[in-house]
């Protein structure tokens, strides 16, 4: 359990909190194997596993982005109402606690939602942390709105994993007049590239199929 600890040494807190992928991995199961799961299930079902997290986790540029972010601007966080949606293990909360919030609703559909709640009950943030667990779309909140949404939205191609939906469905439903989105902006950059190594190894390939047939 001692893996579960948040470290607030900046050196040490992707690490330690990542290690939880060395608990019993039943936690992260989904108990319902029904036929009838949507597409959406699905989606949220890939989340329940402790490997993605980890992965995300692990990227330090990312997490630690977010955390410098909170850290350094504590004074938007102080004593403020937090909505995390999307929260996985809970990482983005326990910065947002840290960092002085009066609370945070940490929403999570997957079954990693028990996780986060055992990681925030380790590391004694259970009265300033609530974790739901179901979608952002379908739940209620214990409060009418938020000052603060915070979420780690982006995906590969930056909009993939179709998560802006909820985040903005959020903001329209939750967020204060006054209320912030952290990050509220983001920028694509693409650019044509060719490598003719592997252009030249999948036509040759493809002329060697042609020859055979």
Request: with cysteine; glycine share 4%; net charge negative.
């Amino acid at each position: 359990m001692n893996h579960l600890r948040f470290q607030d040494a900046d050196d040490e807190v992707i690490e330690d909190v990542a290690e939880t992928s060395n608990l019993d991995q039943s936690m992260c199961d989904d108990p319902d194997d029904s036929d009838d799961k949507t597409s959406a299930d699905y989606y949220f079902d890939s989340y329940s596993h402790f490997g993605i997290h980890e992965e995300m986790l692990k990227d330090t540029v990312r997490t630690k982005t977010y955390q410098s972010v909170i850290y350094q601007n504590k004074f938007l966080f102080k004593d403020k109402i937090v909505l995390d949606v999307g929260a996985g293990t809970g990482i983005l909360s326990l910065f947002c606690a840290k960092a002085g919030a009066k609370h945070v609703y940490a929403v999570e559909c997957s079954q990693m939602a028990n996780m986060a709640k055992e990681i925030v009950e380790t590391n004694g943030y259970s009265n300033v942390i609530t974790v739901l667990k179901g979608k952002i779309e379908e739940l209620e909140l214990p409060v009418p709105k938020v000052d603060i949404i915070i979420s780690e939205w982006m995906g590969y191609l930056l909009l993939f994993e179709n998560m802006l939906n909820s985040v903005l469905f959020a903001r329209d439903k939750w967020l204060a007049d006054d209320g912030i989105v952290l990050p509220d902006k983001a920028s694509l950059h693409l650019t044509a590239i060719e490598d003719a190594e592997y252009k030249d190894d999948k036509i040759e390939f493809w002329n060697m199929y042609m020859d055979l047939t």
